[in-house]
């Protein structure tokens, strides 16, 4: 029998930084997020003045989202995101939107790149920027090989000019760095795209319908609308250079494009699983505690082993979701392929027991769940968001339904 090969260290404790940096996030969605909640969600409006507090204090800044990015154990963003999402999902993804926008530069760009737009996503306390990732259209969500927005070169001015309509877009519109991709060889479908960074104030850029949603309505979501945009060429992100040469592999019949952009999807989907323990945990914890105080039949509803056994399901998938995050955002930031799709299961069962857990929350607050009052029937509208973007529940199942079979899942 060979030797049994060392087993990579994996730890379930976050060890005495992440733990500070938790309880830091923590106090802010504590005591500054979770009681601005529900007045951002009836005006539906990006909430700035939280935005400010939170760059005054490094919580909103490149620096932290960066330093937790690069965490080498890979659970930085995962309990960052829990704990801002605990306070709430719709303030949290205000705060989260441009980190997300920065991830697609910082994974696939040149150092050049980095330094120079990552910066002006965030922009400093006093000045506060956002940045948005701008990849679907109105006849490309789910598909997203069917993307029309077109990137042509324009190599007298060693330019590229963008056109095209964008849909859905967090941030869109009220951002100063939009992320925009687009194809540059039709034929080649998600092979064929490649990703641009658009600067501040140019021109043709425009933003469309602000969308009125069923949750996470303190964030904005927009159409952007590309009209003759015109980027100079060091805005294509990762280079000419790299496009060529992947264009080149491309055409020759390799699948390079389509298997990179796989990982990086791959890669990112843990932290939103991590958006949606936030919100399920916010949930559970305020129906555990409303059950041990609402008596009904003379003793505490908690004692109906209806009610308990609800709460032990609800803490248990909690428990259950965020130990896959973990898991998955470890692999990444190890180098472990993901073979077994693990980014997509923790966002496939992260946000339907968001949904799941919310409801049950509902339940369990009676009519007054069911109320503004309280703040459950908000967590539910905003928990359904996980089950939707970032690749909905259907496009999860497909991607681990591939791995698991080896088939050509459709
Ligand atoms: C609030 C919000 C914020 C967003 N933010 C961003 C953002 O910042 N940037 C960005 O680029 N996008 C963003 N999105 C877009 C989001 O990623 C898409 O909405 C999502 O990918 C689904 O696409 P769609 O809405 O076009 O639905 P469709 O693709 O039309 O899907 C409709 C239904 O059909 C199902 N379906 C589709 N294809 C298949 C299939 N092959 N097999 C089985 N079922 C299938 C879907 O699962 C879904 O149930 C956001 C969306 C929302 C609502």
């Avoid at 040149?110 to 910066?119: D, F, K, S, V």
């Avoid at 914890?285 to 105080?293: G, K, S, V, W």
């Avoid at 009610?307 to 998938?317: G, T, V």
Wanted: hydrophobic letters at 45%; a negative charge.
């Amino acid at each position: 029998m060979s030797e049994p090969q060392a087993p990579a260290a994996f730890s379930l404790d976050p060890g005495p930084d992440l733990t500070q940096m938790r309880d830091w996030v923590h106090g802010f969605a504590a005591d500054v997020i979770r009681p601005a909640a529900a007045e951002w969600d009836e005006r539906e409006q990006t909430p700035w003045p939280v935005l400010e507090e939170a760059a005054k204090i490094g919580l909103y800044s490149l620096d932290f989202f960066g330093g937790q990015w690069l965490d080498e154990s890979g659970l930085g963003i995962p309990i960052a995101f829990e704990e801002l999402f605990w306070g709430d999902a719709g303030i949290g993804l205000s705060l989260a939107g441009s980190s997300l926008a920065a991830v697609a530069v910082a994974s696939n760009g040149t150092q050049e790149q980095i330094g120079e737009w990552l910066p002006q996503m965030f922009g400093t306390p006093g000045d506060v920027k956002l940045a948005a990732f701008c990849a679907s259209e109105p006849d490309a969500g789910s598909d997203v090989g069917a993307i029309r927005t077109r990137a042509t070169y324009l190599e007298a001015s060693d330019e590229w000019v963008l056109n095209g309509a964008k849909t859905w877009a967090t941030n869109g519109g009220i951002a100063d760095v939009h992320v925009v991709v687009a194809t540059v060889e039709p034929s080649l479908g998600s092979r064929g795209q490649a990703s641009f960074i658009v600067p501040p104030g140019t021109p043709g850029l425009s933003q469309g319908q602000k969308f009125r949603k069923h949750g996470i309505r303190a964030s904005h979501t927009a159409e952007v609308v590309l009209s003759d945009v015109k980027v100079p060429g060091r805005c294509l992100v990762g280079g000419r250079e790299r496009l060529q040469a992947r264009l080149e592999r491309v055409r020759a019949g390799g699948r390079a494009g389509e298997q990179a952009a796989m990982r990086t999807f791959e890669a990112s989907r843990p932290s939103v699983g991590a958006m949606a323990v936030g919100v399920a945990r916010a949930a559970f914890e305020y129906a555990r505690d409303y059950a041990r105080e609402r008596q009904q039949f003379g003793r505490p509803i908690g004692q109906n082993q209806a009610i308990a056994f609800m709460l032990a399901d609800m803490s248990a998938a909690v428990d259950a979701a965020r130990l896959l995050v973990w898991r998955a955002a470890w692999m990444v930031r190890n180098g472990q392929s993901l073979d077994a799709a693990q980014g997509s299961v923790s966002k496939l069962v992260a946000g339907e027991t968001a949904v799941r857990v919310t409801e049950q929350a509902i339940q369990i607050l009676g009519g007054n769940g069911y109320t503004r009052d309280y703040p459950v029937e908000r967590w539910h509208r905003d928990a359904k968001i996980f089950t939707i973007f970032e690749g909905t529940s259907e496009i999860q199942r497909m991607i681990i339904g591939r791995a698991v079979t080896g088939l050509d899942v459709r």
